[in-house]
């Protein structure tokens, strides 16, 4: 079982930047032939994809609500995903998941944007 464990969740206000991390675990997942995403859930609310990048980081795709604000990247070589988010508003509130297309999920780490 591969674990992926996101990292730099917290408290920010409107306007502040967090950077997410995604560390998978288990050296026999070959992370680099993986695709990954963002996906956030907000109390009460659906679960929704925010980010996503291919096995080489050859494409990405984000959701119109981040688009311009959020970046996110893969380093193949230390088995990480990132999620850098800029420009943070009260609607990014929400838990945030790191996913491998092939099934796997974090924990998640809670993100609260509140002044």
């Known amino acids: 079982q591969v674990q992926l464990v996101e990292s730099g969740g917290g408290v920010v206000q409107p306007g502040g930047s967090l950077n997410l991390s995604c560390v998978a675990s288990?050296?026999?997942?070959?992370?680099?032939?993986?695709?990954m995403s963002w996906y956030r859930q907000a109390t009460g609310k659906e679960r929704e994809l925010v980010a996503s990048?291919?096995?080489?980081?050859?494409?990405?795709t984000y959701a119109d609500s981040v688009k311009g604000r959020f970046t996110i990247a893969k380093d193949n070589a230390q088995n990480v995903l990132y999620l850098q988010m800029t420009n943070l508003k009260s609607e990014d509130t929400g838990v945030y998941y790191c996913?491998?297309?092939?099934?796997?999920w974090g924990q998640g780490t809670r993100v609260t944007v509140s002044s």
């Open positions: 288990r050296i026999t997942f070959a992370f680099k032939n993986h695709g």
């Open positions: 996913v491998a297309w092939v099934g796997y």
């Open positions: 990048i291919t096995n080489t980081g050859d494409k990405i």
